[in-house]
C-alpha cells in the first residue's frame, strides 16, 4: 500500500440516513481523526451515499480498512478503501473485474476472502436492488492487473455456493449507448387493454421481441402502463414519433382526456438524475425572482388585469390567474413574480388586506411549496407542545434593505392545507429560509382547552337541553373519521351579531374576542368537543377572513375540514383537546 500516505479513506454505501456523528462514533475507536464528511447534494443536501474520514496517523487508516471494512451502519454494509484523488488513477480500470451469477447469499465480504487470494484489492462490491437484495452481479478491484488476470483464469466457469459464475474484465459503459434504445416505456393506456391488443398496436412499426401490461394497483379499472421492447432501434424510434403525445383517436390504445406517452425506458438512476436536476433548477429560480401569492379575486380578474395592479411596485416577471382547466373559470387566486425583493416587500404593504379592488379584501403573501407549509406545521405544533414561541420575526418579508411601509399583517400560526395552495385553503406562509417572514405578532391569549389564541373575555356557558340541535345544513356531514363517543348536543347562546364596519371600529383584541364567540357557538353544536380547539386554529387568521368565513359557511367547512385533518396528524393534540373538554 505505499502508494496511498494521506491516511484519509473513502466510505462508500452508505445509507441516505447515516450521518457524521454516527461515522465518528463507530470509527474513533481506531485512533484519532481529523475529520469526517459526508458528501451530500448542494441543492436538496440529500447524502450522496459516500463520505471521506481523514485520519492523524496513516497506520490507523490502514487498520481501519482492514478492520472496519464493511460494518453495518442502518443495517447496510459500509465499503471502505483508499481515497484517490487523482481522478485519472481512480478511472482507471486496470486490475478491475466483473463477476455475475452469483448465487444471492454473497455479500461483500464473501467476495472479498474468495478473491483476495489473488492479490491486494482495492475495492469489493456486491450490487443490491432497493430492496436489499443482491442483484447477482458485483466487482472486484485488484491492485495490479496481474492478479485480476489470474482470478479471470482461475474463478470464471467455477462454481460458487453451487451457481456457474462468470468472471470477466470490467468494461466501462459505452458513452451514448442509451440512444441505442429498444425498450419502450408507455403510459396513459387504456385499463381494460390486453396484451394482444398493445402488440398489435406497436407491432405496426417492426417486429416486437416482447411486451408487458403492469397494473399501477390493485381494481378491476386501476391505471396501467407498459413496455415495449423491439428488434431493432429504428423500429423503436418510429413507434415513439408516431405514437408520442397521441390522442385515442389516432392510437386507439388510449384514454379520452389524456395523450398517450410513449418514450425510452430509463433506469432509475437517469429518473433520479433528472429529478435532482429539476430540483435544483427550481431553486435557482426561486433564488433569482421573488413570488408572491395574491387570493380572493373576483371571477372576472385577468392575467392582465391583476399585472395592472402590482406593476406599480417593481419590475414583474410574471402575472397570471389561475383557472380551472376543465370549465376556465377563474379560480380566485394567482401569482406575481418579481424581480426584486423590495418590489414584493411593497406589494405587500400595499395590497395586502386592500379594498376597494375586489368584493373581498386581497390576501397577498409569499407564495410557498407544500412541503414548506408542512414542515411549518410541523414546526408549531412542536413549539406549542414545548410552550415555545414562535412570534419573534425580522423587520420584512423578503430578505432586503430598508424598506418603509405600513406594518404588515401576521399570520405565524396559521394553518396551511396540504396541497397545493388555492384559495379554499389555509394561505398562511410559514417561515422558511427562502422568504422569511419578519414582522412581529400581535400577542394572542390562550386558554386550557387548545393550543393558540382563544376569544378573550368569557365565553359563553352551554345549556343544557332535553330535546336534539339540528345542526347546520353546511355541517351535515361529519367530517371526524373516527367514531367519537356520544355526546348530548348543547346549545350556548348567540353572540350579538358584528358587522363588518363595528368590526373596523374595535381594536383587535375586541375584534378578535367578537369573532372567536361567534365562532364559537357556530362549531360548538356540530363538533361539542373539538368547538374549543378549532375556533383556537381559525383565529390566528386574519381578522378580515375570520368574517368572510362566517359570512361563508361553505369557506368556513372547508377550513373546519382542514383544521380536523390536522388534529388527527397529530393524535396527542386530539386527546388532549377531548380530554379537556370531558
Not at 459500509?78 to 444471492?104: D, E, V, Y
Not at 418579508?397 to 406594518?407: D, E, K, R, V, Y
Request: charged share 25%; glycine share 6%; proline share 7%.
Amino acid at each position: 500500500m505505499s502508494v496511498f500516505r494521506s491516511g484519509s479513506l473513502y466510505v462508500g454505501d452508505l445509507h441516505p440516513d447515516v450521518t457524521e456523528a454516527m461515522l465518528f462514533d463507530e470509527f474513533k475507536a481506531v485512533g484519532p481523526i481529523m475529520s469526517i464528511r459526508v458528501c451530500r447534494d448542494a441543492v436538496t443536501r440529500r447524502s450522496l451515499g459516500y463520505a471521506y474520514v481523514n485520519f492523524q496517523n496513516t497506520l490507523d487508516a490502514e487498520r481501519c480498512l482492514d478492520t472496519l471494512n464493511y460494518t453495518k451502519f442502518r443495517n447496510r454494509a459500509c465499503r471502505i478503501m483508499w481515497s484517490q484523488r487523482n481522478p485519472i488513477l481512480r478511472k482507471n480500470n486496470s486490475g478491475n473485474i466483473f463477476i455475475k451469477n452469483l448465487a444471492r447469499n454473497i455479500d461483500h465480504k464473501s467476495l472479498h476472502d474468495t478473491f483476495s487470494v489473488f492479490g491486494p484489492i482495492l475495492s469489493c462490491k456486491v450490487v443490491y436492488n432497493d430492496k436489499g437484495v443482491s442483484a447477482g452481479y458485483g466487482f472486484v478491484h485488484f491492485e495490479s492487473e496481474a492478479s485480476a488476470k489470474e482470478a479471470i483464469a482461475k474463478v470464471d466457469g467455477m462454481l460458487l455456493n453451487s451457481e456457474k459464475v462468470f468472471v470477466g474484465p470490467f468494461v466501462r459503459r459505452a458513452k451514448g449507448l442509451e440512444d441505442k434504445y429498444t425498450n419502450l416505456y408507455v403510459k396513459h393506456l387504456n385499463p381494460v387493454l390486453t396484451t394482444d391488443e398493445l402488440r398489435e398496436a406497436f407491432g405496426k412499426y417492426g417486429e416486437i421481441r416482447s411486451c408487458l401490461i403492469v397494473p399501477k394497483e390493485e381494481g378491476p379499472n386501476a391505471p396501467i402502463f407498459a413496455y415495449v421492447c423491439f428488434e431493432e432501434h429504428e423500429q423503436a424510434v418510429k413507434a415513439v414519433e408516431a405514437l408520442h403525445d397521441s390522442s385515442l383517436e389516432q392510437n386507439g390504445i388510449g384514454v379520452p382526456d389524456k395523450s398517450l406517452y410513449v418514450a425510452r425506458h430509463q433506469r432509475k438512476s437517469e429518473r433520479q438524475a433528472l429529478r435532482d436536476q429539476w430540483a435544483r433548477e427550481r431553486q435557482l429560480r426561486l433564488a433569482k425572482y421573488v413570488n408572491l401569492y395574491v387570493k380572493n379575486l373576483d371571477d372576472s380578474v385577468t392575467s392582465e388585469q391583476l399585472l395592472a395592479m402590482f406593476k406599480d411596485f417593481g419590475t414583474v416577471i410574471s402575472a397570471k390567474v389561475m383557472v380551472d382547466p376543465t370549465t376556465g373559470l377563474s379560480k380566485g387566486f394567482g401569482f406575481v413574480s418579481y424581480q426584486e425583493p423590495e418590489a414584493a416587500n411593497k406589494a405587500v404593504a400595499e395590497m395586502n388586506n386592500k379594498w376597494g379592488i375586489c368584493s373581498k379584501p386581497l390576501y397577498v403573501g409569499p407564495a410557498q411549496t407544500k412541503d414548506a407549509r408542512r414542515q411549518q406545521l410541523e414546526l408549531q405544533f412542536s413549539n406549542q407542545r414545548n410552550n415555545m414561541p414562535t412570534n419573534n420575526r425580522p423587520q420584512s418579508i423578503f430578505p432586503t434593505s430598508n424598506l418603509a411601509g405600513q406594518p404588515m399583517a401576521s399570520f405565524q400560526n396559521a394553518i396551511p392545507p396540504q396541497g397545493v395552495r388555492g384559495p379554499r385553503g389555509f394561505t398562511q406562509p410559514p417561515n422558511t429560509n427562502i422568504f422569511p417572514y419578519n414582522q412581529p405578532k400581535q400577542p394572542m391569549p390562550s386558554g386550557p382547552f387548545f393550543m393558540g389564541a382563544m376569544p378573550r373575555g368569557p365565553i359563553p356557558q352551554p345549556k343544557p337541553i332535553t330535546t336534539q340541535v339540528t345542526q347546520p345544513a353546511w355541517l351535515e356531514q361529519k367530517v371526524v373519521p373516527k367514531p367519537a363517543p356520544v355526546v348530548v348536543k348543547e346549545e350556548v347562546d348567540d353572540p350579538p351579531a358584528v358587522t363588518r364596519e363595528e368590526l373596523r371600529k374595535m381594536s383587535s383584541d375586541e375584534a378578535k374576542n367578537a369573532l372567536g364567540e361567534m365562532l364559537y357557538s357556530t362549531l360548538v353544536t356540530t363538533y361539542p368537543e373539538l368547538a374549543a380547539k378549532i375556533t383556537g386554529m381559525l383565529l390566528e387568521m386574519d381578522n378580515q377572513e375570520i368574517f368572510n368565513l362566517l359570512e361563508n359557511p361553505i369557506s368556513l367547512q372547508g377550513k373546519v375540514k382542514e383544521a380536523l385533518d390536522v388534529l388527527h396528524r397529530h393524535p396527542d393534540e386530539l386527546k388532549a383537546a377531548r380530554e379537556a373538554v370531558a
